[in-house]
C-alpha cells in the first residue's frame, strides 16, 4: 500500500488545480497509527472556501488507496504564508500564466499598523517577464490573487498576493 502521505502529497488545490496542496503549503502534518489516517491542513485565507472541498478530496483520495478511517484537522497556528509554497508550485503558477507571490512581508510583534493604501507590490508579468505592471484590481477570481496587467505585452494576469 502506498503510504498515506504520499497520497495525501498529490491531491489538487480545486482553486488552483495546477498546484498540489503539498505544493501550496497547506498540507501540514499526515499521520498513521492503528490503520487511521490524520491528515493536518491550514487555510490560506480565514473562511477560505475551498478547505471543505480539500477535505473532502482528501478523505476521497486515502480512501480510494486502501485507507478506510481518515480524519481531517484544521491547524491555524502558525498562520499560513505564501512563503510556504514550493519552489515546483511557484514554476507551476507561472506555466499556468499566474504570477507567484514574493516574499511575504515580515511584520513586528506587537499591533499590527494601520496603511490605508493598498501594500506596493512588483510584480513580473508570467507571459513575458517585463516589471511593468499594473494593478487593475485588488481582488481577483478568488480572495488570495489579485488582478494586474502588463504595459509591455497588454496582457492580463492574476497574481497570488504575498500574505
Keep these: ?10 491531491v489538487r488545490d480545486p482553486e ?12 501540514r502534518e499526515v499521520s498513521e497509527s492503528d490503520g487511521a489516517v490524520t491528515v493536518s491542513i491550514t487555510p490560506t485565507y480565514t473562511g477560505c472556501p475551498a478547505m471543505d472541498t480539500m477535505r473532502d478530496d482528501l478523505v476521497h483520495a486515502l480512501q480510494g ?11 491555524l ?3 499560513w504564508s505564501t512563503d510556504w509554497i514550493s519552489e515546483r508550485g511557484r514554476r507551476a503558477l507561472a506555466e499556468a500564466g499566474i504570477a507567484p507571490p514574493g516574499s511575504a512581508p515580515r511584520r513586528p510583534s506587537g499591533p499590527v499598523p ?14 513575458c517577464g517585463s516589471a511593468d505592471t499594473e494593478l487593475v484590481s485588488e481582488f481577483g477570481a478568488t480572495a488570495c490573487k489579485s488582478l494586474r496587467r502588463c504595459r509591455s505585452c497588454d496582457e492580463p494576469f492574476e497574481h497570488v498576493k504575498e500574505i
Design 77 to 79: 497556528q502558525p498562520a
Design 65 to 75: 488507496a486502501g485507507y478506510s478511517r481518515v480524519e481531517v484537522r484544521t491547524v
Design 16 to 27: 488552483l488545480p495546477m498546484l498540489t496542496l503539498a505544493d501550496l503549503g497547506v498540507l
Design 114 to 127: 494601520l496603511t490605508l493604501s493598498p501594500p506596493v507590490r512588483r510584480v513580473s508579468c508570467p507571459r
Design 1 to 10: 500500500m502506498v503510504s498515506a502521505r504520499a497520497v495525501a502529497e498529490t
